[in-house]
Structure formats: structure tokens, C-alpha cells
């Protein structure tokens, strides 16, 4: 943070003034006229407390303005996505107009003879609906039809509206599982914007840079023109449909004996979920109350992602009271699904009394893949002829998803990090990412659906019950069959965003030997690209024992993050003692990994 000296001339003032003449929303400009007010205070002298409090309110408001005109907000694959507030680097009305005049632009100078068509969505977010209506705004006063969801509802319905409604582009205003002070603007391609894979799909290079110089071409708002009607607001028509698409996918013949508890993070999933499993035969569904209905502030999460430590307890604890067989969490977009069960070998005899202790753990991001793989892959030869299709994961992901495509006679993918990526996948059947994003109608939704994943686990679930099984049995069933694969995680946060290209440059050139006592015998720069793939920063070793390690900086958070994957042979009769014991040494495998990954960080 850079600090200035309280009672010199302010040097963004005439920056601020600028924004707050062009800014749409009172109470944003209200909000920089305040702290401009507070940044122009002369700062009194002396020491005693009352002016060394003004100038600590000084020097606080002078550094607040300096990060919002720091730049603006960055518009990449990711669209944008920020904290809320005033200026050009913060979340607001005036940069989501500008970004949505940017996207018009693209739009028609495209499809110079034709009019464009947008669907757009938004999530119960603060400023969600605001931030919609003005695109929606902007996009009728371009000349292009604008068509707006009825109502906040899940990201994976506006991947499947767009391409439902054969529209050129979509725009989803969401922060998924970010914190409830952030916001953000995600753009999809289709109809004529895109190839047949590429429809309905996030934006990649270089639709998001040629948006961008766009967006970076918009003076101000005031250029911007706005319609202050003319917009379509859809009917339930499309959130009909889509709740059909995704029923359709389960086996109406199937078991459906499951009692389920379901979360959905404060978020806009619930009632969508609770509907489509309710209309698939599930009706033993137990939605945790705390948790069910939309609250921008999120307040019984500290952060609104289930994969945080904490966040699904609640559901935990309802699934321990109503003695449940599986827990179904959505992030507040539902675009994302996590799954939980009573697992035995987790259950501790000291202790709390807690649910944690009595077994319930939150499934592994790449066990729910492995789960989901197989079972799409399994119906898939159900249907009768061989099956055709790609399975595909991510890079960071497991490579155990390789395995069960083989043995189906499928072919396998990996892609760079991102549904944008996995989407594109020509012949998808199913494709997911570690961090609990999974596709499994991609005929449908190109894109990670939280709430058709969570349906198909628990079919699979049923399925399992009825025959006296588990899913922590269908894993076992796995890794009888293919070796078991265990991952994990590792994290550094940095508060100094320089160290982490330090970091980055350290591992390159002092890669570690061993890890976890195996020799080194790859390093991979895949900034250099691998694979076929695009070049991406990051660093994958392999180990002579068939660990795994890929490190790279997070595209969302300050963070390295470390991927972490050991491999252990198991026979294909082994009971569960074997297993147990396997899964014991691949736990402290993966903990001698996170030392050696730590120190060869440089984090102590």
C-alpha cells in the first residue's frame, strides 16, 4: 500500500471529479465525494491524538482512492470481477456500462448485416439485477435484442439460455463463490459468434482481448447510449426447460430411496434445485433452513465456496440429525457441486460429538470426477452401441479420469485450467475441474453445472443404496480396478503480489529433486507449452513413483497454488483392510509431499 503525506496537493483529485461527473449512480459518486472530501482535509499538526486520528483518516482515504484509480478493472477470460464500490477499479455502474458497450461493439461489428441477439442472467448479489438492467440498457441502444431472465437465478442457466435461445452472446452478472463485497460480469459466445463447440461457452482468447480494446474505446458513460425500455424480460419459459433438460438425464426407472440434504450457500440455487430433484423422484430432500434462501451478505459463512474449512457444517449437521445418506452443497451461482457422505474410515472415537467425527467428509473434487466419469461412461454403453465421446479434466485434475476412459474404450483430453477450455473439447460426453465443476449434459450446458451434477450423484447414490452399497464403495470399486489415486492441495497466499512471479522463478530454477522420497525424473515448464496445449505459467514435476505435482498461480485469488497426486497399486481383490491401509500411506505420501513442496516454495 502506498502511503501519502497527509496536507499536500491531492494528485488524483481532478481523476475522481472526472469519474464522479460521468458516474451513473448516486450513491456510488456519493461514496468517492466522501472520501475525496476526506482526502482534501488539511491535515492539522501536532502530536496529540485527535490530529494524528485525522491524519490516519487522511492518509486511509488518499490510499482507498489511490487503489480504485489504480487502473481499471482488468476485462479478461474471466470477464471482470471485483470488489463493489466507486472508480474504475472497483465493481460499479459506470464499468459494467462501459464493459457492456464494449461487448455491444464487438457484437455489431461482427455481425455488421445482422441484429445480435444477448441473453443475460444475474445472481442475487448486490447490485446483481442493476448491473443486468443496464446491460440489458446498453444493448437495446446499440440495436441489439436484449433478452433478460425473470429473476436472479443459477449461472448454468444462462450457459443453457444461450444456446437454448440460439443467442449470439450471454452475460451472467455473478461472483460465484467469491466474498459478499464482490461482484462480476461473465460473457459467453454463441449462435453466430461461435463454431459449434465454442457455443455457449465462456470467452477465450482473443474475443476477450478485442472486447477489451473495445471497452478501453468507451470516453465515458455519458457517450453510451442507453434505452430506457425495449428489452424482452423472459417468462418462466426457459427456467421450464431447463429444468426438463436436466430431469431428463436420470433414469426415471431407477431407485430413488435417498434422503438427501441440500444447500445452497445463501446462494440462488435452492429452489432450482430443489425443484429438478423433487421432479426426478427424489422427494426425501432436507434443505439446510439457514442457508436456503438468497442474502447477498452470506451470514453464516465467512466464505461462501463449500471447499472452504466450515462452510458446509450446517449441512453436515443436518445430515447427522436426520441420519441422511448424502449432502448436496451448491456455491451461491450453483454452477459448481459438492458432495458429502458418511465415510467410515474417517470416523474418529475421540473427540468431539460432531459430524465430522462420526465420519461425514466433504468427497475430494477429483473423487466426485472420478464418481461422475465412470457413471456417464457406464450409461454410455447402457445405451447399446459402442460408445463415442471424450472424457475430459483439467491439467491440475486427477489423472485417474484417463484410466476410466480407456476402460471404457473412450478417448481422454486434458486441457488448460478452466471450463472455457473443457468446454471446447470437441466430442465432450463429460469434463470437470478439481475444484468441484463438473459438465455432464455438454449438449445442453457448455459449461459447469452444479445442479445437473448434483442430480446424477444422486442416481448414482440411489443406485448404490438400493444394492446395500455407498459411494465410498464405488471409489474402492475404482481404485481395484485402476490403482488408487489420491490429491490434494496446496496453497500460499501473498499479500505482496511481486512474490508470487518470485516464487514462480524460484521453482523454475531450483526445482526440487525428490518428492516425497521419489526421484525427480520430469520438469515441465508449461509456459514453454505441453501437450499440444496453449503456453499457461506453470511448473509440473513427476516423480519416479508416478507423483504428480503442478504448481501455478491462481487466476482468481493472490495464491500459488500446488496440485498434489500420488498414485498407490492396489489388487484388484483387495478387502478393506487393503484399502484402508492404502489409502493411510497415500495420506502421509501426500503430507511428506506438502513439506517438501513448502520448503521448495520458500515458505518455512
Not at 159 to 172: E, F, K, N, P, T
Not at 317 to 329: K, P
Not at 406 to 428: N, Q
Amino acid at each position: 500500500m502506498t502511503t501519502h503525506t497527509a496536507g499536500t496537493a491531492f494528485h488524483l483529485a481532478d481523476d475522481v471529479r472526472t469519474w464522479i461527473a460521468d458516474d451513473p449512480d448516486p450513491t456510488t459518486a456519493a461514496e468517492l465525494e466522501h472520501l475525496l472530501a476526506e482526502a482534501l482535509q488539511v491535515a492539522p499538526e501536532g502530536p496529540s491524538p485527535a490530529a494524528q486520528t485525522v491524519r490516519a483518516r487522511i492518509a486511509t482515504a488518499r490510499d482507498d482512492l489511490a487503489d480504485r484509480f489504480s487502473g481499471p478493472l482488468l476485462f479478461g477470460t474471466a470477464g471482470l470481477r471485483g470488489v463493489l464500490g466507486g472508480g474504475p477499479h472497483r465493481m460499479n455502474r459506470a464499468v459494467v456500462i462501459r464493459a457492456a458497450a464494449g461487448l455491444a461493439a464487438h457484437l455489431t461489428g461482427t455481425l455488421s448485416e445482422a441484429v445480435p441477439r444477448v441473453v443475460i442472467g444475474y445472481d442475487a448479489r448486490h447490485n446483481s439485477q442493476a448491473f443486468a438492467r443496464d446491460t440489458a440498457a446498453v444493448m437495446v441502444g446499440a440495436g441489439i435484442e436484449a433478452l433478460l431472465l425473470p429473476s436472479a437465478l443459477p449461472t448454468p442457466l444462462l450457459a443453457y439460455a444461450v444456446r437454448h435461445l440460439d443467442a449470439d452472446a450471454g452475460v451472467m452478472v455473478t461472483a460465484s463463490h467469491n466474498p459478499p463485497r464482490d461482484n462480476g460480469y461473465k460473457v459467453y459466445l454463441g449462435g453466430r459468434m461461435a463454431t459449434d463447440e465454442g457455443r455457449g461457452v465462456q470467452i477465450v482468447p482473443p474475443a476477450d482481448a478485442e472486447i477489451a480494446a473495445r471497452i478501453a474505446a468507451v470516453r465515458s458513460v455519458a457517450d453510451v447510449p442507453r434505452a430506457d425500455s425495449g428489452w424482452t424480460v423472459l417468462g418462466p419459459e426457459v427456467l421450464d426447460a431447463y429444468v426438463a433438460a436436466v430431469v431428463s438425464l436420470a433414469d426415471p426407472t431407477g431407485p430413488r430411496t435417498l434422503k438427501i440434504v441440500h444447500t445452497s450457500m445463501h446462494g440462488v440455487g435452492g429452489v432450482v434445485a430443489d425443484r429438478v430433484l423433487r421432479a426426478a423422484g427424489f422427494t426425501d430432500v432436507y434443505p439446510v433452513p439457514e442457508q436456503a434462501d438468497p442474502d447477498p451478505d452470506f451470514p453464516t459463512v465467512a466464505f461462501p465456496n463449500p471447499e472452504e474449512p466450515g462452510a458446509i457444517d450446517l449441512a453436515l449437521g443436518l445430515a447427522q440429525d436426520t441420519s441422511a445418506d448424502l449432502v448436496i452443497a451448491n456455491d451461491p451461482d450453483a454452477d459448481r457441486c459438492a458432495i458429502a457422505v458418511k465415510d467410515p474410515r474417517a470416523r474418529i472415537f475421540r473427540g468431539p460429538d460432531t459430524a465430522g467425527a462420526d465420519g461425514w467428509r466433504m468427497l475430494h473434487g477429483d473423487e466426485v470426477g472420478a464418481l461422475l466419469g465412470a457413471y456417464v461412461a457406464d450409461r454410455a454403453h447402457r445405451s447399446g452401441a459402442q460408445p463415442t465421446g471424450v472424457l475430459a479434466n483439467s491439467i491440475v485434475s486427477s489423472r485417474l479420469l484417463a484410466r476410466i476412459a480407456a476402460s471404457h474404450g473412450l478417448t481422454h483430453a486434458s486441457t488448460l485450467t478452466g471450463f472455457k477450455w473443457i468446454a471446447r473439447v470437441d466430442g465432450l460426453l463429460f469434463g470437470y475441474e478439481e475444484a468441484i465443476g463438473y459438465c455432464v449434459d455438454p449438449t445442453q450446458v457448455r459449461d459447469k453445472d452444479g445442479l445437473s451434477a448434483g442430480l446424477l450423484m444422486a442416481e448414482l447414490a440411489a443406485g448404490l443404496k438400493s444394492a446395500g452399497r455407498t459411494l465410498i464403495d464405488a471409489l474402492d470399486d475404482l481404485a481395484r480396478e485402476h490403482g488408487l489415486y489420491l490429491t490434494d492441495q496446496l496453497a500460499a497466499r501473498f499479500t505482496d503480489l511481486d512474490q508470487i512471479p518470485a516464487t514462480m522463478a524460484r521453482l523454475r530454477s531450483a526445482p526440487p529433486a525428490t518428492l516425497a522420497g521419489s526421484a525427480v525424473t520430469e520438469v515441465v515448464d508449461l509456459a514453454d507449452g505441453a501437450d499440444g496445449l496453449p503456453p499457461t505459467d506453470g511448473l509440473r514435476l513427476l516423480a519416479a513413483d508416478g507423483t504428480r505435482v503442478v504448481v501455478r498461480p491462481s487466476g482468481t485469488e493472490p495464491k500459488v497454488k500446488c496440485y498434489l497426486e500420488v498414485i498407490i497399486p492396489v489388487a484388484t481383490d483387495a478387502d478393506d483392510a487393503a484399502l484402508t491401509h492404502a489409502r493411510t500411506v497415500a495420506r502421509e505420501r501426500l503430507d511428506a509431499l506438502k513439506v517438501d513442496l513448502r520448503a521448495a516454495l520458500g515458505l518455512g
